[in-house]
């Protein structure tokens, strides 16, 4: 084995010491979900992506991986923006788009999580 793989997997080792959990507790998602479908109820569902992203932050501020903890950065806007456009690219291809919606929203999902500071 050659000395940088030796360095390679000695990073590897020390990095899956660290410890990966979820520190949040079922009261706390009970509540948050509680909230949520009450913003979206009242506002007759215009409000569903801050309920969205405010699940997320929660997931996010409640995971550590590898002993770095994460953080949820979308927003509510901007997921407003992108349900508009794809609901648009669903109208135009007759349905044909809702079949990438869930990646989409992946994809959504991962590009605004990232690593505590």
Known sequence: MSESNGKVLQNYSAESEEQSYFDGGLLQYIGWSILG???TVCTLGICYPWSIT???GWKARHTVI???RLVFTGS???LFG???KWWL???ITLGIY???LFIAMEKWK???TIFAH
């Open 76 to 78: 509510a806007i901007g």
């Open 37 to 39: 479908f009450l913003v």
């Open 82 to 84: 992108n349900w508009i």
């Open 89 to 91: 690219l669903c109208v």
């Open 54 to 56: 405010m699940i997320l």
């Open 66 to 68: 590898n002993g770095r």
């Open 110 to 112: 991962t590009k605004h």
């Open 98 to 100: 809702s079949f990438w």
